[in-house]
């Protein structure tokens, strides 16, 4: 028969204490763990201790050193940082329509060899003008991500979701002066594009 005073060394063994760093040093934490006595006796349960504190810091690292890094970023995150900036509900929103541009070729016009047809379907840009009267575009701030466009200046802000998946690498904005409009030309990244052109 065993010994039941053994599955209790045991776990004491197993169990492995974790020390705040609260001090400037571990000989406090095992003084106040060991209480007051003779020191001489304790020499062997401090270096004991000290290298489970060593073996518990190392696996610490280690734990910290292969821990995965998540960096995808999704329109809900790009939400949430947006609530948590300066409050812009003083901003005025802008007016601003979207409309479509398809590239014709000769053989599409007039022989209708390729698929398209007029409607947006067979459209490769996504044209959105943005009028911001009184502002000036080196004051604008325009991100595009994949299905969300902001666009913040001083005196406006504009968030909307796009009504299909864009490219945002590809995109290209023009400031006209004249109109005092920002007319953003975005590339549509749709799933099944390569039927349609």
């Known amino acids: 028969m065993e010994d039941p005073n053994m599955v209790l060394k045991l776990a004491e063994l197993l169990n492995v204490k974790t020390y705040h760093d609260y001090s400037d040093s571990e000989e ?4 106040e763990e060991e209480g007051t006595g003779d020191k001489s006796s304790h020499v062997g ?43 812009d509900d003083w901003k005025k929103t802008p007016q601003w329509d979207i409309s479509y541009r398809q590239s014709v070729t000769p053989s599409d016009v007039f022989l209708q060899m390729g698929g398209k047809t007029p409607s947006t379907i067979s459209c490769e840009d ?4 943005v009028y911001l ?6 004051n604008i701030d325009l991100k595009v991500e994949k299905e969300i466009l902001n666009l913040t200046s001083p005196r406006f802000k504009l968030s909307i979701p796009l009504p299909h998946p864009v490219d945002p690498q590809l995109g290209d904005a023009k400031w ?22």
């Open 133 to 138: 009267p009184e502002e000036k575009y080196h």
């Open 28 to 31: 406090e934490h095992l003084e």
């Open 176 to 197: 006209d002066n004249d109109t005092e409009k920002l007319i953003i030309t975005l590339k549509m990244d749709r799933e099944f594009d390569f039927i349609h052109f």
């Open 126 to 129: 996504m044209i959105i003008s």
């Open 45 to 87: 349960t401090k270096s004991k201790t000290k290298n489970k504190i060593e073996l518990n810091k190392e696996q610490k690292e280690r734990e910290n050193k292969y821990r995965k890094i998540e960096t995808k970023v999704t329109p809900e995150d790009f939400e949430f940082l947006n609530e948590n900036t300066v409050n």
